[in-house]
């Protein structure tokens, strides 16, 4: 049994049947030339140095339900990125992000081989073209992995329904993003502000990120389905720490870490929880000076310090601070609550309780 000091290991092993994918799948591409090549770039380049969360998440479920280790299941697991890989890509372009894990985002990047061999067209409509496709390519290797793994036939078919939906109910989320910014927040009151906040956050990243991998392992695994519920508390209490963590990360976060531009959300103008107790709370000036600057594209860091001043002035930080402790605290009793029906693991268990630490640091 692996503990959670071996968790790197378990990401590299994760990064090499990702990298035995990409390169199976470039055999495939191969009858089409070496012209893919930037298809393919994008997509090995992203998928390179992630955390693995996502396929951590699954493997400790499956172990957690009594599943042994194997390479077939790291496989499985690894499907997981390919996934959230699908995700960054198309979310990138959605939200019409520079950067990614510190370096250009895969459709600026192409964007800029575009001019720099200077071809015909729009070298941004070409990039963001080009990422929608290695998205795309992310859920057909996805789909693929997960079937071709190598664990039993009748093991994978207990999580393929649950795998569907998470694919389903991720780009509803992503969609529901998209709905939240066009339509605005005005003639809501705090409460529904925040509802419609957390549930962008539940639905386009908690459930993916750690309920539903977490719960397809545990079915693959052989959990009954009636002890399952522990599992899902304990993956839609910490995805969302996990999220407004993010949040706060994507304001305050040191680009060196996160990999992002400080103020990203800003100027993207995401509605998030931390926004939402910063208008309830700030004065007229201070609330004329966030929508004013929210959602700007030109936002330097001096508006981004401006904005800043008001979250941590209105005590909006330490409530998302204390919001992210709650979620943790609930994590962890929905942990002991699995405990208790007997069903799993125990050493995987103590897996899964250090990963709420993890999830939730004050770091990237």
Do not use: N
Not at 109 to 131: I, M, P
Not at 331 to 341: D, G, I, L, P, S
Request: charged letters at 25%; a negative charge; one cysteine or more.
């Amino acid at each position: 049994m692996q503990t959670p000091t071996d968790l790197d290991v378990l990401r590299r092993r994760v990064q090499q049947a990702i990298d035995e994918q990409i390169a199976g799948a470039t055999q495939s591409l191969a009858a089409i030339g070496a012209e893919t090549e930037p298809l393919l770039s994008a997509v090995s380049g992203l998928l390179s140095g992630g955390k693995g969360l996502r396929a951590g998440f699954l493997y400790w479920g499956y172990r957690a339900a009594g599943g042994g280790d194997s390479d077939a299941l790291v496989r499985l697991a690894a499907s997981m990125e390919f996934f959230q890989g699908a995700a960054l890509l198309h979310d990138d372009v959605m939200d019409r992000s520079d950067t990614r894990r510190g370096m250009p985002s895969a459709h600026r990047a192409v964007a800029a081989l575009h001019h720099a061999r200077d071809w015909a067209g729009d070298a941004d409509r070409f990039g963001e073209g080009t990422a929608i496709l290695a998205g795309d390519l992310c859920l057909t290797w996805c789909d693929e992995l997960y079937a071709t793994c190598g664990l039993p036939g009748d093991e994978l078919a207990r999580g393929r329904r649950l795998f569907d939906l998470m694919r389903t109910q991720l780009m509803g989320g992503q969609f529901l993003d998209l709905l939240e910014s066009a339509r605005g927040w005005d003639g809501l009151d705090l409460e529904a502000r925040v509802a419609s906040a957390r549930k962008v956050i539940r639905f386009k990243s908690a459930k993916y990120t750690i309920e539903h991998p977490l719960l397809i392992g545990a079915l693959v695994g052989g959990a009954p389905k009636e002890s399952l519920a522990p599992l899902s508390d304990y993956g839609l209490a910490l995805g969302e720490a996990f999220q407004l963590r993010d949040d706060l990360l994507g304001v305050f976060g040191d680009p060196e870490a996160t990999g992002k531009p400080a103020g990203d959300d800003l100027r993207e103008g995401k509605r998030t929880v931390l926004v939402a107790y910063a208008l309830d709370a700030a004065s007229p000036t201070d609330r004329a000076t966030v929508e004013a600057l929210l959602g700007r594209d030109d936002l330097e860091f001096a508006g981004v310090e401006a904005i800043r001043q008001v979250l941590v002035g209105t005590g909006a930080v330490d409530r998302v601070e204390g919001l992210i402790t709650a979620l943790a605290d609930d994590a962890r009793k929905a942990v002991e609550q699995a405990r208790e029906t007997g069903h799993y693991d125990s050493s995987a268990l103590d897996v899964l309780e250090a990963l709420v630490a993890v999830s939730t640091a004050r770091h990237s």
